[in-house]
């Protein structure tokens, strides 16, 4: 029983601050254009930090839209944003782990931002779901989590090739009896756009 709690406590903190990688301006990359680039999430529960590295890598597909995929942990993610305008975007992804039981998650995303050569700062309002899947012990379970999460962070860019972003904010289980708000963060490090 303790390992299928700490496979579903992993999960939930990988999917809800991790796999979902915030780490995303409203602003879609150009067509044929690519960016990637490196970072840490985490949450903190109970007095503990838990961070993951993550990277990541994303094209301009069609004008005002972008897809990406992120791999985070154990995990990989694929996602898509559309840019209804310099200021707000919206975006879905899917995310997939295996942690000795299945873990996969789904996203949606309004990204808000100001736009800026230097200085961008930017919002990300989050539902995203999460289903675990597995066997331990015998038995086999499901669990299903729904979050909502909000961060602000600050995109500083170096030039045309270089920027670094910072990030914080929460996330509140929906629908879940007993869950609680939780602090996330994220730092990251992109080249290209």
Same mark, same amino acid.
């Given at each position: 029983?303790?390992?299928?709690?700490?496979?579903?406590?992993?999960?939930?903190?990988?999917?809800?601050?991790?796999?979902?990688?915030?780490?995303?301006?409203?602003?879609?990359?150009?067509?044929?254009?690519?960016?990637?680039?490196?970072?840490?999430?985490?949450?903190?529960?109970?007095?503990?930090?838990?961070?993951?590295?993550?990277?990541?890598?994303?094209?301009?597909?069609?004008?005002?839209?972008?897809?990406?995929?992120?791999?985070?942990?154990?995990?990989?993610?694929?996602?898509?944003?559309?840019?209804?305008?310099?200021?707000?975007?919206? $975006?879905?992804?899917?995310?997939?782990? &295996?942690? =000795?039981? /299945? %873990?996969?998650?789904?996203?949606? @995303?309004?990204?808000?931002?100001?736009?800026?050569?230097?200085?961008?700062?930017?919002?990300?309002?989050?539902?995203?779901?999460?289903?675990?899947?597995?066997?331990?012990?015998?038995?086999?379970?499901?669990?299903?989590?729904?979050?909502?999460?909000?961060?602000?962070?600050?995109?500083?860019?170096? $030039?045309?090739?270089?920027?670094?972003? &910072?990030? =914080?904010? /929460? %996330?509140?289980?929906?629908?879940? @009896?007993?869950?609680?708000?939780?602090?996330?963060?994220?730092?990251?490090?992109?080249?290209?756009?």
């Amino acid at each position: 029983m303790g390992a299928r709690l700490f496979v579903i406590a992993c999960a939930v903190i990988l999917l809800t601050s991790c796999a979902m990688y915030h780490l995303q301006i409203p602003e879609t990359l150009a067509v044929g254009k690519i960016s990637g680039g490196a970072g840490l999430t985490g949450s903190a529960e109970a007095g503990q930090v838990f961070a993951f590295p993550g990277f990541w890598i994303r094209t301009g597909i069609a004008p005002k839209a972008d897809i990406g995929v992120h791999t985070w942990g154990l995990g990989i993610k694929m996602d898509g944003k559309y840019g209804l305008n310099e200021y707000f975007g919206l $975006g879905a992804g899917g995310a997939v782990a &295996f942690m =000795g039981a /299945i %873990i996969y998650g789904a996203e949606g @995303s309004l990204y808000l931002g100001v736009p800026s050569k230097i200085l961008y700062p930017y919002g990300v309002i989050r539902l995203s779901t999460i289903g675990i899947s597995g066997e331990f012990e015998d038995n086999s379970f499901f669990e299903s989590v729904a979050g909502l999460s909000a961060v602000g962070g600050i995109k500083i860019r170096f $030039g045309t090739m270089l920027s670094t972003m &910072f990030e =914080g904010g /929460i %996330i509140a289980p929906l629908f879940e @009896s007993g869950g609680e708000t939780q602090p996330v963060f994220g730092i990251g490090v992109s080249i290209g756009h």
